[in-house]
């Protein structure tokens, strides 16, 4: 029986060590871990940041692009007929949407979505505005009627994309 009691001595406080040990050892490895998630993290944002600005800065160069002005003033005098001069547009805003298509891996959703609608309302602006036009009609008049329509229906649809990216910008970045 005394044998029982030394051992119960002995072990019980050597057990009650190993546990603190344990604890102490198995929060030393938390804290590390967290410490390491954390140094991981901050170097996948210092990597990202810089790729994710970039983004938003091709994709408001896009939307600058794109813009029925900017468009007009870069186009005009390319083509002769109406026909040629609608389908440079549409090829010109359809090849700078796909060589920028992959930036929408670093934009929001709702940012992607707006620079779309944008796109697709500039299209519609062109379409509308080739509609009474007849196909050889020289190139100027499209470029009149583009202007006259988005002037007479308020249509500006790069600006609201535009504003929206740039304050998304200023949320996620500033």
Same mark, same amino acid.
């Given at each position: 029986?005394?044998?029982?009691?030394?051992? /119960?001595?002995?072990?019980?406080? #050597?057990?009650?060590?190993?546990? %603190?040990?344990?604890?102490?050892?198995?929060?030393? @490895?938390?804290? $590390? @871990?967290?410490?390491? $998630?954390?140094?991981?993290? #901050?170097?996948? /944002?210092?990597?990202?940041?810089? /790729?994710?600005?970039? %983004?938003? $800065?091709?994709? #408001?160069?896009?939307? $600058?692009? /794109?813009?029925?002005?900017?468009?007009?003033?870069r186009l005009t005098g390319r083509v002769a007929t109406v026909a040629e001069f609608q389908q440079l547009m549409l090829s010109e805003i359809r090849e700078e949407f796909s060589h920028n298509l992959s930036q929408q891996v670093y934009m929001s959703d709702e940012a992607w979505l707006n620079i779309k609608n944008a796109m697709n309302e500039t299209? !519609?602006? @062109?379409?509308?505005?080739?509609?009474?036009? #007849? +196909?050889? !009609? +020289? %190139?100027?008049?499209?470029?009149?009627r583009i202007l006259e329509v988005a002037i007479s229906k308020n249509i500006s649809p790069s600006d609201d994309a535009l504003k929206f990216i740039k304050q998304e910008m200023r949320d996620n970045f500033m």
């Open positions: 029986m005394e044998l029982v009691a030394d051992l /119960i001595k002995v072990l019980l406080p #050597a057990g009650l060590v190993l546990w %603190a040990m344990c604890l102490t050892v198995s929060s030393f @490895i938390r804290k $590390e @871990i967290v410490e390491k $998630e954390l140094n991981i993290k #901050a170097e996948t /944002i210092k990597t990202l940041l810089p /790729i994710r600005l970039q %983004a938003y $800065e091709r994709m #408001a160069l896009f939307l $600058e692009r /794109i813009s029925p002005n900017n468009l007009l003033i299209v !519609a602006l @062109i379409n509308l505005s080739t509609k009474d036009l #007849a +196909p050889e !009609a +020289p %190139a100027l008049e499209l470029s009149k």
